[in-house]
């Protein structure tokens, strides 16, 4: 009996684990070559991992919900008398799961295992047996630390998971690890397994007098990504929220008109390409809005491209595509790539290459109602915008009181670059250039 291992690729792009959200197989399966056998999130995308030969599923090795690092066996196949030719995985680029920094579209993504290096750390088993658990668990990490230093720990098998980093923004630093093992170094323990950054939570919070009638269900997949995206993101970030309204019924006559004018075109047109190019104009005299922090580097980031992420409601969960270049784009164009991102990101298909690289997101709030919210920011950019509703309001003006159409906006930004002054300034010239969008005509043509 001829028994194959089919393993978890190395994907690139400095993946080092993905989570197995879902099975394509089961034992007694017969797969082909080049099957798709299971799908996998890693932090840069979900991918369809295939079958390198043909053969029948003798044994899943973990289960769905399991985080594990790549090179691990995932599957075993009887290839007996299978009599087919050994294909190379190539790991198939599904759908973005969080907002990330690849330097490389997902078209291109692939994967090759590379043969492991005689040095290579041994990971001793624990547990009872049951699926896959390896130790250190650098599988579960995600604390803030270099390849290098979980490298490191891996070697000196210290679970990274468990140490307080002492590094800019909590990261964990080589010496904590070398201090870790000498018996010098803090560690934070009973933190959740997939979020290790969370406050220590005794068990009997989450124990309930009428579990009856509740329902559980695992907290995986895309939702998984986003609550830990979420979580390092108000972890790192101290957020601020300013927000005030604008008159928008320059706003909304601009808009009427050129829906008429797109539609004959076949393009729907929004809002929102009109406030992506207000905004645009409002960064220009505030660039520290258009930056990032490199944590690591301890250096501002002054971005000199303007690419707008703009939220995506999605069936599996929000996502962030980008209009690339936005500045060099007029107002249809920006119609036309709003409307083919977002049908791509709600029909799963949306790549990497479409979801990186965002200077600063817009989050269109108003498109499903809602006056005010504080979004968090979409790290490592260092701020986000919120455009709400449009509504009727009574504006007093000349002595008498004028219905007028309103939109409220909110900037949320990171308070270690941005001041709260400087975060006024920037959103009463925002909103002044909304107030006043036909100013912009010339950008928008």
């Known amino acids: 009996m001829a028994t194959?291992?089919?393993?978890?690729?190395?994907?690139?792009?400095?993946?080092?684990?993905?989570?197995?959200?879902?099975?394509?197989?089961?034992?007694?399966?017969?797969?082909?070559?080049?099957?798709?056998?299971?799908?996998?999130?890693?932090?840069?995308?979900?991918?369809?991992?295939?079958?390198?030969?043909?053969?029948?599923?003798?044994?899943?090795?973990?289960?769905?919900?399991?985080?594990?690092?790549?090179?691990?066996?995932?599957?075993?196949?009887?290839?007996s008398g299978a009599g087919a030719a050994v294909a190379k995985p190539a790991a198939t680029v599904l759908s973005k799961a969080t907002p990330s920094s690849p330097s490389k579209p997902?078209?291109?993504?692939?994967?090759?295992?590379?043969?492991?290096?005689?040095?290579?750390?041994?990971?001793?088993?624990?547990?009872n047996g049951g699926g896959?658990?390896?130790?250190?668990?650098?599988?579960?990490?995600?604390?803030?630390?270099?390849?290098?230093?979980?490298?490191?720990?891996?070697?000196?098998?210290?679970?990274?998971?468990?140490?307080?980093?002492?590094?800019l923004a909590g990261r964990v630093t080589r010496e904590d690890v070398?201090?870790?093992?000498?018996?010098?170094?803090?560690?934070?323990?009973?933190?959740?397994?997939?979020?290790?950054?969370?406050?220590?939570?005794?068990?009997?919070?989450?124990?309930?007098?009428?579990?009856?009638?509740?329902?559980?269900?695992?907290?995986?997949?895309?939702?998984?990504?986003?609550?830990?995206?979420m979580q390092l993101t108000k972890q790192i970030v101290p957020h601020f929220t300013i927000m005030d309204e604008a008159n928008v019924s320059e706003l909304v006559r601009l808009r009427a008109q050129a829906k008429q004018a797109a539609e004959k075109l076949g393009i729907k047109v929004t809002y929102l390409p009109f406030v992506m190019k207000a905004l645009i104009s409002t960064l220009r005299n505030f660039p520290m809005l258009n930056a990032s922090i490199d944590d690591q580097a301890g250096e501002i980031v002054y971005k000199k491209y303007y690419n707008i992420g703009?939220?995506?409601?999605?069936?599996?969960?929000?996502?962030?595509?980008?209009?690339?270049?936005?500045d060099q784009k007029t107002v249809l164009e920006i119609s036309r790539e709003i409307v083919e991102l977002a049908n791509k990101a709600r029909d799963g298909k949306i790549s990497v290459e479409e979801m990186k690289g965002a200077t600063i997101t817009i989050t269109n709030i108003g498109s499903v109602g809602g006056s005010y919210a504080t979004p968090i920011i979409n790290h490592p950019e260092v701020a986000i915008i919120g455009?709400?509703?449009?509504?009727?309001?009574?504006?007093?003006?000349?002595?008498?009181?004028?219905?007028?159409?309103?939109?409220?906006?909110?900037?949320?930004?990171?308070?270690?670059?941005?001041?709260?002054?400087?975060a006024a300034n920037f959103l009463k010239a925002f909103l002044k250039r909304i107030e006043n969008v036909g100013e912009l005509v010339l950008d928008m043509v």
């Open 4 to 79: 194959k291992e089919v393993k978890l690729p190395d994907i690139g792009e400095g993946v080092t684990e993905g989570e197995i959200v879902k099975w394509l197989v089961k034992v007694g399966d017969s797969v082909s070559a080049d099957q798709p056998v299971a799908e996998v999130m890693t932090d840069k995308a979900t991918v369809e991992v295939p079958s390198p030969v043909a053969g029948v599923v003798k044994e899943l090795k973990a289960k769905e919900g399991d985080v594990v690092p790549i090179e691990t066996t995932l599957l075993l196949l009887d290839a």
């Open 106 to 127: 997902a078209s291109a993504m692939s994967a090759t295992p590379k043969t492991a290096p005689a040095a290579a750390p041994q990971f001793a088993a624990r547990g």
């Open 132 to 167: 896959l658990d390896v130790y250190p668990p650098t599988a579960e990490s995600r604390v803030l630390a270099t390849p290098a230093t979980r490298r490191l720990a891996r070697e000196m098998s210290v679970d990274i998971n468990l140490l307080q980093g002492t590094g």
């Open 178 to 229: 070398t201090k870790s093992k000498s018996g010098s170094g803090a560690v934070a323990a009973g933190s959740p397994s997939w979020a290790p950054m969370m406050p220590s939570v005794p068990r009997h919070a989450y124990v309930s007098t009428q579990a009856n009638a509740e329902e559980r269900v695992p907290l995986r997949g895309i939702r998984r990504k986003i609550a830990e995206q």
């Open 310 to 326: 703009f939220a995506a409601d999605t069936p599996n969960g929000l996502l962030v595509p980008v209009i690339k270049n936005a």
């Open 387 to 422: 455009m709400y509703k449009v509504d009727w309001k009574p504006v007093y003006k000349d002595g008498t009181f004028v219905p007028t159409q309103v939109m409220n906006f909110s900037a949320t930004c990171d308070h270690r670059l941005i001041d709260g002054a400087v």
